[in-house]
């Protein structure tokens, strides 16, 4: 049995925190849980308002989620939840079959939430996570801050009280212009003072509470109540001043009560709509989470398992769907501040998720007067902290490759919504790891004076000789360089004729595929007919026994040497006369 239970604590992680779980660290779980719960009430209001669901669904889709995540996830401090991302994506892929607000909307966001559950549970039993890697940073990066632009844009008819749609950024903006002259001053009166309030409490409201004594930490976690404040402050204007009657959209009534049992649709018709963005929502929101956990576990030391990260996220998609939410991820906002509160264990997440219980059962009767306008604030301050300015111009001085990928990404999603911007994303970053794969890096080097290093010859002064030419290659060998590595060396070749002999040096191939070894042959054999001995140097053990099992190695016209050194001082002395060059010892060949 003890034998069995690390095996089983892999697969079921909360055996493995729970078995030293104690009063200390039960009080910072707590402590942590209760910063949390009181950030991600309005949090989780304002995201399901932004997927175009009832209030009530992002309380609902807080609750379990947090504690299957609890039991089946890695990180100690990832917050799962409703985030600004998900919730777009949601709005996205819900409103190609069904109109807001309808039943069938709220049956395709729970669908939604059911298939990413299903598709993330399999792939993480499949020991799948590496598909992460499909998207580079410079993608994700991209995709993340047009959709922060996005989600700002479609959040300002609320704050200033218009109606205004669109699909995309150019047909918001369209939209907003034109309706901005039916703006209700009653709803920018509320809008605008909770969206520069929620601004200066992300970045001032802190030092002000230091400045007038109180302790730093109690400040921090009082300034994380923000929004909070906000609400209880918009709550009580829009009932004392009857901002309803006035024009200013209001909540409403939200029902109380724990969440109820949902089923998602087996309609088959509507899970094939459903299924690509499904699919594209759990890449996204993967992606996003085990960024942040990894982020946050490297800070103490600790590490996640990013195959169970999958079975923990899918765990708490489909605990999501059979309460009534939609699909949910690890926030960074939200787990930065559990990490910070103090949080110790995924406890915390259980915990928080009863406390969002309790707001369910008890608070909600309290949100019916609440601004629609205060929800859009948290959203915009939230998600305005997403758009990164810095990263374009980082990637243009490192890499213009990654910069076209990280602007591509950006103006598709603007101009042509979330899911083509992700499919786009993709698309341009496998379309530049192929270009880059097919242009693999080579260099001619040679031997740096007084050493046995190889160096490229445009970049230092090294040693070489005219009938030895030696060629480092850096890339492994496959169907996607083969045929540009022939070319390449038969050019340099052609350049130099008074080669007699060519060293390919593989310290840098990990894999010579058979299209690769097809091309070897044929270097192998075009050099031998012009008289040109083919050698190679400094291969890897695993390519070398791949090799052995061919008949290359027999038909070589060269030889394989262990070290680029001893080939190049062997061949050296072979200029094809039959002796070495008088001062050869001299120079420092041998």
Known sequence: MPEAAPKLARYLPILEWARTYDRSVLASDLVAAVIVTIMLIPQSLAYALLAGLPPIVGLYASILPLVAYAVLGTSRTLAVGPVAVLSLMTASAAGAVAAPGTAEYLEAAVTLAALSGIMLTVLGLLRLGFLANLLSHPVISGFITASGVLIATSQVKHIVGIEAGGDNWPAMLGSLAMSLGAANPWTIAIGVPALIFLFWVRSGFGRALTALGLPPRAADIVAKGGPVIAVVLTILAASLLEL???????????????????????????????????????????????????????????????????????????????????????????????????????????????????????????????????LAATIIVAVLSLVDLKTPAQLWRYSKADFAAHLATIAITLLAGVEMGVIAGVTVGLLLYLWRASRPHAAIVGRVPETEHFRNVERHSVFTVPHVLSIRIDESLTYLNARWLEEYVLERVADQPEVRHVILMASAVNEIDASGLESLEAINHRLGDAGIGLHLSEVKGPVMDRLERTDFLEELNGRVYLSQNRAFRELARDDGSGSAEPDDMARGLI
């Open 244 to 374: 309803g009657a006035k024009g200013v959209d209001l909540v409403g009534a939200i029902p109380s009560g724990l969440p109820p049992f949902a089923v998602p649709s087996a309609d088959l018709s509507l899970i094939e709509r459903l299924w690509v963005p499904a699919l594209l929502i759990s890449i996204i929101g993967f992606v996003e989470s085990v960024s942040v956990a990894q982020t946050l576990a490297a800070k103490r030391r600790q590490r996640i398992s990013p195959d169970q990260e999958l079975v923990g996220l899918g765990a708490a998609n489909v605990a999501s769907a059979f309460s009534g939410g939609y699909p949910v991820t690890g926030g960074f906002a939200r787990s930065a501040v559990n990490f910070d509160a103090g949080a110790r264990t995924p406890a915390a997440g259980a915990f928080t998720a009863g406390g969002i219980a309790l707001a369910s059962l008890f608070l909600t009767p309290l949100l019916s007067s609440l601004p629609v306008a205060t």
